[in-house]
């Protein structure tokens, strides 16, 4: 049987991870900045507007990847 588009959607869970609301709450109290984040199987993505930023949460990396309670893998990306 085929599934009608609705009937999809339906099923679909559109909440945002709790790894990623975690992050972006720690950037924002920490840098007063806004990212993107994008949580896969393995990683999470990390999309900050600025290369200075970005670097800055590279050397937060294990406070970040504390605050949102994950071992995966984090990747920083510039916008």
Not at 8 to 33: G, M, R, S
Not at 67 to 79: F, G, H, M, P, V
């Amino acid at each position: 049987m085929a599934n009608s588009l609705a009937d999809i959607l339906l099923n679909k869970n559109f909440d945002e991870p709790a790894e990623a609301t975690a992050i972006k709450q720690y950037v924002q109290t920490t840098f007063q900045q806004a990212v993107a984040v994008t949580v896969r199987e393995h990683d999470i993505i990390i999309e900050a507007p600025s290369a200075a930023l970005a670097g800055s949460l590279r050397l937060h990396q294990i406070q970040i990847k504390k605050a949102a309670s994950t071992e995966k893998r984090l990747i920083l990306r510039i916008r």
